[in-house]
């Protein structure tokens, strides 16, 4: 079955880290980039990072630029968001995404995970 | 504060049709960047819906269909079913951002 399976999420102080993780299986993971979305309870969608397919490329969104780092393990079919110095907004359903086209740059996302919560709190 | 800017809420009976708008600038839809819509029900990731402006991924019925014009882009969905009733969002690529970027989402309610 096609599907990504996000992990890692829970419960953290303010100024605490925490590691996501996203398995892939049934597809060829080394041949898509990927994408980190969010969302915020209650809010609309909000787009983290992406990565290319060999990790050339790595943009972050503003909000997350220097607290956040994406990286990704072809051989493990996985992809993570390393997220240190979290703030209270930055409590969300993190979720992967891959998108239709393999380079992915402006496409869209046609395969998400189930998402995983994060919540920043003391 | 999203960029790009869609209606916070849209409604209608059933078999009727909704248009749902988003509305970007020139260094996103305006450029010439696709715009992508999706539908999300509640506790569930999004789906995607439309894709490349206009095009319907296999198993997403032709009642609901998206345009794209200038610095905007509409989801049009006729003959309104109780199942349609969900938070709608547009994305598109842009340039300042350097990534994608999200509409602010649209609750569409089946009356």
């Known amino acids: 079955e096609v599907q990504l399976v996000e992990s890692g999420g829970g419960v953290v102080k303010p100024g605490g880290s925490l590691r996501l993780s996203c398995t892939a299986s049934?597809?060829?993971?080394?041949?898509?980039?990927m994408s980190w979305v969010r969302q915020a309870p209650g809010k609309g969608l909000e787009w983290v990072s992406y990565i290319s397919r060999s990790s050339t490329y790595i943009y972050d969104a503003d909000s997350v630029r220097g607290r956040f780092t994406t990286s990704r393990d072809n051989a493990k079919n996985s992809m993570y968001l390393q997220m240190n110095s979290l703030r209270v907004e930055d409590t969300a359903t993190y979720y992967c995404?891959?998108?239709?086209?393999?380079?992915?740059?402006?496409?869209?996302?046609?395969?998400w995970g189930q998402g995983t919560v994060v919540t920043v709190s003391s | 504060q999203s960029v790009l800017t869609q209606p916070p809420s849209v409604s209608g009976a059933p078999g009727q049709s909704v248009t749902i708008s988003c509305t970007g600038t020139?260094?996103?839809?305006?450029?010439?960047?696709?715009v992508h819509w999706y539908q999300q029900l509640p506790g569930t990731a999004p789906k995607f819906i439309i894709y490349?402006?206009?095009n319907r991924p296999s198993g997403v019925p032709d009642r609901i269909s998206g345009s794209k014009s200038g610095t905007s882009a509409s989801l049009v969905i006729t003959g309104l079913q109780a199942e349609d009733e969900a938070d709608y969002y547009c994305q598109s690529y842009d340039t300042i951002l350097g990534g994608s970027l999200f509409g602010g989402g649209t609750k569409l309610t089946v009356l």
């Open positions: 995404a891959r998108p239709r086209d393999v380079t992915g740059t402006t496409d869209a996302f046609d395969l």
């Open positions: 490349g402006n206009t």
């Open positions: 049934g597809f060829t993971f080394r041949s898509y980039s």
């Open positions: 020139n260094s996103n839809i305006g450029a010439g960047y696709d």
